[in-house]
C-alpha cells in the first residue's frame, strides 16, 4: 500500500510570513494527525481529525496555525504568521483504528530566519 | 493525562551485545504501548505495540519490547544489536480508547562495530 505522501519536503521562510503543508494519508485511514516535532524532543501533537471533522486541537496554536481535512481524505496545515520558533518538523500520520500503530510521512522541515 | 518518559538520551552498545532503551509511562487507565524508530531524515516508523495479552512483545528487526504493568514500563530489547540498528526511538502511550498518542523524547542508540 502507498504509504502517507507529504509535502514540500523542505521549506525555509521569513519570521512573518506564511507557509503550508499538505498530507495525504493511507487510503481508508479514517483518523489524521499533525504533529510538530523540534530539534532533540518528540512529536508533539497539533491536531487529530476522525474524517473531516477535528477531534483534539487543544495544543494548536490556533492564533496563527489553522488545518483542515475537506472530504475526509487530504490535509493541510497553515501557519501564519511564522515565528522563530515554529522551525520543526511537521510530521502527517495517519491510522486505521486506535490499536494500530501510526504510519508517518517523511515530514516537512520548516526553518524560519 | 498520558505522559512518557525515557530516561536515557543516548545509548550505547557493541555490536553483537543485547540492547535495552528503556521507556516508562504513566496514564489513568489502561495504555496502548508503542515504539517507533526515526532513522535520520526519515519519518517515524512502527516497530511493535502492547495492546493486550502476553507481556513480551515482537516486533520488526528483531525487536521485543516487555510489558510491566506495576513499574509502568516498556522497554525495548534485542538480544543482539546491529550496527544498522543505529538510530532514534521513541515510546509512545495512549489511553485506550484516547485517539492521540503521547511521545517520549527519544533515545539514541548507537551500535558501535
Known amino acids: 500500500e502507498a504509504g502517507v505522501a507529504q509535502s514540500p519536503r523542505y521549506k525555509i521562510i521569513e519570521k512573518r510570513q506564511s507557509v503550508a503543508f499538505w498530507c495525504n494519508p493511507i487510503?481508508?485511514?479514517?483518523?489524521l494527525y499533525w504533529y510538530q516535532q523540534i530539534l532533540g524532543q518528540g512529536p508533539k501533537l497539533l491536531i487529530q481529525f476522525q474524517n473531516n471533522g477535528v477531534v483534539d486541537d487543544s495544543q494548536l496554536p490556533k492564533d496563527r496555525f489553522s488545518a483542515e481535512r475537506l472530504k475526509g481524505v487530504d490535509s493541510t496545515l497553515k501557519i501564519q504568521p511564522a515565528k522563530l520558533e515554529d522551525s520543526a518538523v511537521y510530521l502527517c500520520?495517519?491510522?486505521?483504528?486506535?490499536?494500530?500503530?501510526?504510519?508517518f510521512g517523511s515530514g516537512t522541515r520548516l526553518t524560519v530566519v | 493525562a498520558q505522559s512518557v518518559a525515557q530516561p536515557e538520551d543516548q545509548v550505547n552498545v557493541a555490536e553483537g551485545n543485547p540492547l535495552t532503551v528503556k521507556c516508562t509511562y504513566s496514564v489513568s487507565g489502561n495504555p496502548y504501548l508503542f515504539w517507533y524508530v526515526q532513522y535520520p531524515n526519515r519519518g517515524l516508523q512502527f516497530l511493535l505495540k502492547y495492546i493486550t495479552g502476553d507481556n513480551l512483545v515482537k516486533g520488526s528487526y528483531g525487536f521485543e519490547a516487555e510489558f510491566n504493568k506495576s513499574q509502568t514500563s516498556f522497554h525495548l530489547k534485542k538480544p543482539s544489536a546491529l550496527v544498522s540498528d543505529s538510530a532514534l526511538y521513541f515510546c509512545a502511550v495512549r489511553e485506550t480508547n484516547a485517539g492521540k498518542s503521547t511521545f517520549g523524547d527519544g533515545t539514541t542508540l548507537t551500535v558501535k562495530p
Open positions: 500520520a495517519s491510522s486505521l483504528d486506535p490499536a494500530t500503530g501510526y504510519t
Open positions: 487510503s481508508g485511514h479514517a483518523t
